[in-house]
């Protein structure tokens, strides 16, 4: 799907609405593969190419509206209750499986062993094993009451330093990650 794309992977920051012009003149003018993670609603729904949900728990609270987007979702579908199959069967789902390993990041074919259950590993994972050339992000701005949090984005930066060599990374809005940034007004 993105093989030798740029990506644009779209949290659910606040920088979101801060900047929503912004991102879609980003996206209609440079054209990357829009990714945009769990129900993240802000960004106009015509620019997004493909959504990613990793955690069951938000899956389920999500489905419905997992429903009505018009996008393919990426999940671990194989994992999911048989319920929230039952609600998908017009969906297009492509199921790439997870494996939580503390300190790890693989890629196989069919699945992905990450660190953490952060949907943002799980998407790394993803467009890493998709081949994409370069990958921005907007939207994920960190934590600023929850270090912890923090560090475990910074930890799977950390552990991708090998495949940001083929697919380098930046945000094009604020964020407290270790993640060079770039105005997204200088572009």
Known sequence: MFSNKN???I???ASLYDHKKGIENFINKFKPYVIAVNSSETINEKLI???IASNPIK???DANSHIKFRQPLITPYSMLPKNIKDMWTR???YDYGIEIKEGELF???NYCTVPNSNVFAYALAIIFAGKATKISI???DG????PFKNEEINEILALSKDYLIDSPLDSITPTMYQVPQKSLYAI
């Open 7 to 9: 990506v644009l992977l």
């Open 143 to 146: 934590y600023p009451f929850d």
């Open 11 to 13: 949290g659910v920051g």
């Open 49 to 51: 190419n493909l959504r």
């Open 59 to 61: 899956i389920i609270a």
């Open 91 to 93: 969906k297009i789902i």
């Open 138 to 140: 907007a939207g994920f």
């Open 107 to 109: 890629l196989k074919n």
